[in-house]
């Protein structure tokens, strides 16, 4: 069965400080990876997918995250945090029959 | 604007009370999926439908019922037979087109039983 481990319950940064969340995949075959940001009471939004390709995938807000098959990792990373970019971020990886299955999410802190 | 609207925002219910959270979406995708979220334990999908009259159970679907007799709406019960059913609750869709399981979500209900 598919898995997802964020090995990171809470990361704190400062602000300008470079940023990378971890994420572990399992899964048999090529995985859709995905992810997720979502502010406190809110929804969650999508900040970048993997689905073939390039392993290097650009998203939004400057994020951008790293496919390696070899170490079943999707990392997420930002150069630069800013203060709004608090909030917890969930990884996820899509099973290919329109389901996904979400790690336990981290939850970033931003010191000014 | 397309998207997905859920509500009511904020719901508190007595115990042993059945409530019923509603998603809408008018993106038309043909996929519906309800999630739980609690602190620390990420989403668990309840119920996920992939067309109108049909549905299946997630993870943790005990307790809970849903129906689909529209492709725009989702309806999420949650009954008496759910132990705990505090929780803040998500709604989803997505297309079947490519199946990759990207989705869209709404902004949650959170519901708490006193």
């Known amino acids: 069965a598919q898995s997802v481990t964020q090995p990171d319950i809470h990361i704190t940064v400062s602000e300008g400080a470079s940023l990378e969340l971890r994420c572990n995949y399992s899964y048999g075959a090529t995985p859709y990876l995905f992810w997720y940001v979502q502010s406190p009471g809110q929804g969650l939004q999508l900040l970048l997918k993997y689905f073939s390709g390039d392993t290097l995938v650009q998203g939004i807000k400057g994020f951008e995250a790293e496919f390696k098959r070899s170490q079943s990792s999707f990392n997420l990373r930002k150069p630069s945090v800013h203060w709004s970019d608090a909030a917890e971020y969930f990884c996820?990886?899509?099973?290919?029959?329109?389901?996904?299955?979400f790690g336990d999410g981290t939850t970033l802190t931003v010191k000014p | 604007d397309g998207g997905i609207t859920q509500s009511p925002k904020y719901l508190f219910r007595k115990e042993g009370q059945n409530v019923t959270l509603s998603c809408e979406q008018n993106l038309n995708h043909d996929a519906m999926y309800w999630y739980r979220q609690d602190p620390g334990q990420g989403l668990r999908l309840i119920y996920y439908?992939?067309?109108?009259?049909?549905?299946q159970k997630g993870d943790i679907a005990e307790g809970y019922s849903v129906s689909r007799e529209k492709k725009e709406s989702f309806p999420l019960t949650v009954t008496s037979a759910q132990k705990n059913p505090t929780a803040f609750y998500l709604c989803?869709?997505?297309?079947?087109?490519?199946?990759?399981?990207?989705?869209?979500f709404g902004e949650g209900s959170r519901l708490t039983v006193l």
């Open positions: 439908s992939q067309i109108v009259n049909d549905f």
């Open positions: 989803a869709s997505g297309t079947l087109e490519d199946y990759t399981g990207e989705l869209f």
């Open positions: 996820a990886v899509g099973t290919g029959a329109g389901k996904s299955t």
